[in-house]
């Protein structure tokens, strides 16, 4: 069974500019989540998708982010436009259910670089 | 009061030695622990968790302890090797909502040499 899958690994970008991040889930799982880590700090909540609805997104920075995930299969985040602080490791993760002792998969992260 | 707390920032280890790693909370509504391995390029990856009605978790050469009246949950591994070397992220959550938002510890980075 494929892993969560995250696109692209890298990406540098310059300040202003839009970046857009991809996440594919393990099939069938419903609850799609989003995280980063700014270097050496902790891994962050972003927010919480169930199937297409935004579950949480209490933990988005500001409206320079949207999260989507049409079709409730994979999902899209893009910051527009990026500022030299949102550089980090975005991570995705999914989980079949949303209880809250559910594991959650994570993907191998997206690391940005805004310049 | 979301916060978890985690030490060391690194630890170096030698093989066959014992990795402790600590982390502590303030928020007493959080109920479920767990611990996350991450090795370089890949994710965190869920690698053993505890509730807070048990005082220790075991599961092969990894250990969780929890001093539920001090807040404070540590990871140890006995017999380190090499291939655990890894960034340890401790994690809490809170079950009360029905869905799962993990809070994260800082991470630590363990070496263990040969």
């Known amino acids: 069974e494929a892993g969560v899958t995250q696109f692209p690994s890298h990406s540098v970008i310059e300040k202003g500019q839009t970046v857009t991040l991809r996440c594919d889930p393990i099939?069938?799982?419903?609850?799609l989540y989003w995280y980063r880590r700014v270097m050496g700090k902790e891994i962050k909540f972003l927010l919480h998708f169930v199937k297409e609805s935004k579950q949480d997104e209490s933990g988005m920075p500001n409206n320079r982010f949207l999260a989507e995930r049409t079709g409730g299969t994979y999902s899209t985040l893009k910051v527009q436009p990026a500022e030299l602080e949102d550089s980090g490791v975005y991570f995705c993760a999914s989980s079949q259910d949303p209880g809250a002792r559910e594991t959650q998969y994570f993907g191998p992260g997206t690391r940005l670089l805004v310049l | 009061q979301q916060q978890v707390k985690q030490s060391p920032q690194s630890l170096i280890v030698q093989k066959g030695g014992i990795s402790i790693i600590n982390c502590a909370y303030e928020n007493t509504a959080f109920d479920y622990f767990p611990w996350y391995q991450q090795f370089p390029g890949k994710g965190p990856a869920l690698l053993i968790a505890i509730r807070p009605d048990v005082s220790e978790k075991k599961e092969g050469r990894f250990t969780i302890s929890f001093n539920k009246s001090a807040k404070q949950f540590s990871l140890h591994i006995m017999d380190s090797q090499p291939g655990d070397s890894a960034t340890y992220f401790c994690?809490?959550?809170?079950?009360?909502?029905?869905?799962?938002?993990?809070?994260f510890g800082t991470g630590t980075r363990l070496l263990v040499s040969p």
């Open positions: 099939s069938g799982h419903d609850n």
């Open positions: 994690a809490a959550s809170i079950g009360d909502t029905g869905f799962q938002k993990l809070v």
